[in-house]
DNA sequence: GTGAAAGCGCTAACAT
DNA sequence: ATGTTAGCGCTTTCAC
């Protein structure tokens, strides 16, 4: 048994799919008599308006994209949980595409969804700092600008469209200066995030924290790491060289393992080692010790993109000029660092 | 800027729209000349084809709809990334929503799914079972077997549709075996599944497993918790009313939470207490100590229905009788319980 | 080599 | 009160 549809009826009842269809409309041109049979018939049929058919007369899907780098990754979940809320609060729904960090992947998908499927794009983009220039080509070069795009997390001026960033650079500097103020002296940065901007960032407001108490800079203490690589390895070695008292790590996951490299290694957390990590996900509260970390408001990005896209799809005629939020971070003191 | 269409640029050559759709599409009907003249600017304007169009044209969307009832959990995470995969591979897009543990969102969400958006439907129903038979009415009611459905996790006979579940007898009967293997007298099992299937079975596993032994079986040793409800308190009860020596915990969240209790109070974890989880996700393995837990192989599940749903829309023709399979759970024996 | 016409399922303006 | 027509963007068959 297939889709029924308004021409079945009308030829099941012999009149025209006009009627039908005002006749489901319930519209006053229509006898009641022949709305009533007409109205039972579809009921008991399970007739559904095909969406396909109006979205295509309506040149709108209600619809909206969103392309994450990785689910797994209670920042994004967070996100998309915000958008989802959002988007279902103003009668539109998501269909959402993980690029799982690939470029490529992130490209046909774009290309996927940028074919009259959905009213509007919500990308969180993976490109790396060498990446940007061509990749934001590429961007534009798919989408021309026919459809509205928002772009969080990791932004670049090369797009024109709005943006939903986190001040990464306030972040570094909050996460630093609180180590710094709680002791310590030598503190070392961890990022999974290799030639990101935001990593970049983080890392530049830590300078300033470092700079502002007389610190001094030490790029060996940085250490960038791969998919690939040993953290406990390249941890290890750090610690050995050097009497570390701080780690940032930029991101949840990391954090916990550098805590537990740390811990495994005979180092108290906090007080030989104190810790900070980024995102506020469910590992970092249940952790021992629960872990101190700079949140960034996962929901509340997404619901402002959603916000951001879905009034630009709405306001198509009356273009506004492209914005950028800035969501502030906040700074979570738990267990893994020294009280203040 | 709007989106550029065949009629158009047949507008813009002087031609007819079917002159430009075989040129788009390189016949060999259509002059060279002519060919390159209408690729060259259709690329240069950026030519989608209109998705919407061809997917009424071809009356399918190459989509699917998953209804999940939380992202915010790992399992169904995990879930989601198999159906992605899958899908993906196979050239399918997926559409998700989350019902949020609300009837009446699942409810609002297959509506809205079942309406020619997609051409299938997976779905792990958040209905308890007292709920079951109505809801089912329902769900037969809304989809009047007009679409493909995979239910997976919560399931129930009422519906007849292929479905993957969790052998959760077995699930229960293993966890609540090792525990009773390495020691354990009283074991109480902490439930936030009121009122479910899964969560009974996993019972009756666990009372198999006591039975095997000559033990007891005492069902103020069962807590069943509500979202509401104060955990800590309610556990500290059984706690301190009876000699627990191991906690059978059904999903992972409430096994850290629970974890987290007993240590609070001074317990050991294995030595006094010794506790198993369900779910493998991030937190069971970064917890101290870390726990053992029993997986449900969620991507596989995920994998599993998405093939199952893509092969029956794929020959809906030739129907095959519906499947109901099985995946068998392991136990992942970290450092919350004690040795064999 | 190019175009006209029909149709996917639906709605809406315009007849009758 | 009911029907006819046109059109959303596209493909495909059949004419010319």
Same mark, same amino acid.
């Given at each position: 048994?297939?889709?029924?549809?308004?021409?079945?009826?009308?030829?099941?009842?012999?009149?025209?799919?006009?009627?039908?269809?005002?006749?489901?409309?319930?519209?006053?041109?229509?006898?009641?008599?022949?709305?009533?049979?007409?109205?039972?018939?579809?009921?008991?049929?399970?007739? $559904?308006?095909?969406?396909?058919?109006?979205?295509?007369?309506?040149?709108?899907?209600?619809?909206? %994209?969103?392309? /994450?780098?990785?689910?797994?990754?209670? #920042?994004?979940?967070?996100?998309?949980?915000?958008?989802?809320?959002?988007? +279902?609060?103003?009668?539109?729904?998501?269909?959402?595409?993980?690029?799982?960090?690939?470029? !490529?992947?992130?490209?046909?998908?774009?290309?996927?969804?940028?074919?009259?499927?959905?009213?509007?794009?919500?990308?969180?983009?993976?490109?790396?700092?060498?990446?940007?220039?061509?990749?934001?080509?590429?961007?534009?070069?798919?989408? %021309?600008?026919? =459809?509205?795009?928002?772009?969080?997390?990791?932004?670049?001026?090369? =797009?024109?469209?709005?943006?939903?960033?986190?001040?990464?650079?306030?972040?570094?500097? *909050?996460?630093?200066?609180?180590?710094?103020?709680?002791?310590?002296?030598?503190?070392?940065?961890?990022?999974?995030?290799?030639?990101?901007?935001? %990593?970049?960032? $983080?890392? !530049?407001?830590?300078?300033?924290?470092? *700079?502002?108490?007389?610190?001094?800079?030490?790029?060996?203490?940085?250490?960038?790491?791969?998919?690939?690589?040993?953290?406990?390895?390249?941890?290890?070695?750090?610690?050995?060289?050097?009497? =570390?008292?701080?780690?940032?790590?930029?991101?949840?996951?990391?954090?916990? *393992?550098?805590?537990?490299?740390?811990?495994?290694?005979?180092?108290?957390?906090?007080?030989?080692?104190?810790?900070?990590? #980024?995102?506020?996900?469910?590992?970092?509260?249940?952790?021992?010790?629960?872990?101190?970390?700079?949140?960034?408001?996962?929901?509340? /990005? %997404? !619901?402002?993109?959603?916000?951001?896209?879905?009034?630009?799809?709405?306001?198509? +005629?009356?273009?506004?000029?492209?914005?950028?939020?800035?969501?502030?971070?906040?700074?979570?003191?738990?267990?893994?660092?020294?009280?203040?």
């Amino acid at each position: 048994m297939s889709k029924l549809t308004l021409k079945e009826m009308a030829a099941h009842f012999k009149v025209s799919v006009s009627t039908v269809s005002k006749a489901i409309h319930d519209s006053y041109e229509i006898s009641e008599e022949l709305k009533a049979k007409i109205q039972k018939f579809a009921k008991e049929n399970h007739y $559904r308006p095909n969406k396909v058919a109006l979205n295509l007369l309506n040149r709108s899907t209600k619809s909206i %994209g969103v392309v /994450i780098p990785n689910i797994l990754n209670y #920042f994004f979940v967070q996100v998309l949980f915000g958008i989802e809320k959002v988007a +279902n609060d103003r009668g539109y729904s998501i269909i959402s595409c993980i690029s799982n960090h690939s470029l !490529e992947k992130e490209v046909i998908t774009l290309e996927l969804l940028n074919s009259g499927s959905v009213d509007g794009l919500i990308l969180s983009s993976v490109f790396t700092e060498s990446q940007i220039e061509k990749h934001a080509e590429h961007i534009k070069e798919l989408l %021309g600008e026919q =459809i509205p795009l928002v772009l969080f997390d990791r932004v670049t001026e090369l =797009i024109d469209c709005d943006k939903v960033i986190v001040d990464d650079f306030e972040a570094g500097y *909050k996460a630093a200066k609180y180590l710094v103020d709680t002791g310590c002296k030598t503190i070392a940065v961890v990022t999974p995030m290799k030639n990101t901007q935001i %990593g970049r960032l $983080r890392i !530049e407001g830590y300078k300033k924290a470092l *700079k502002e108490r007389d610190l001094p800079f030490d790029d060996t203490l940085i250490l960038s790491i791969g998919k690939k690589d040993d953290l406990e390895f390249l941890l290890s070695f750090i610690l050995n060289s050097k009497k =570390i008292d701080g780690i940032m790590a930029l991101d949840e996951i990391t954090a916990v *393992k550098v805590m537990s490299i740390a811990k495994s290694r005979g180092y108290h957390v906090p007080n030989d080692i104190a810790i900070i990590g #980024f995102t506020n996900g469910q590992l970092s509260k249940y952790v021992t010790p629960a872990l101190t970390i700079v949140s960034q408001h996962g929901a509340y /990005i %997404g !619901e402002t993109c959603a916000n951001l896209l879905i009034d630009r799809i709405e306001n198509k +005629n009356a273009p506004k000029p492209f914005e950028t939020k800035v969501v502030k971070t906040s700074l979570i003191v738990r267990d893994s660092t020294k009280k203040q």
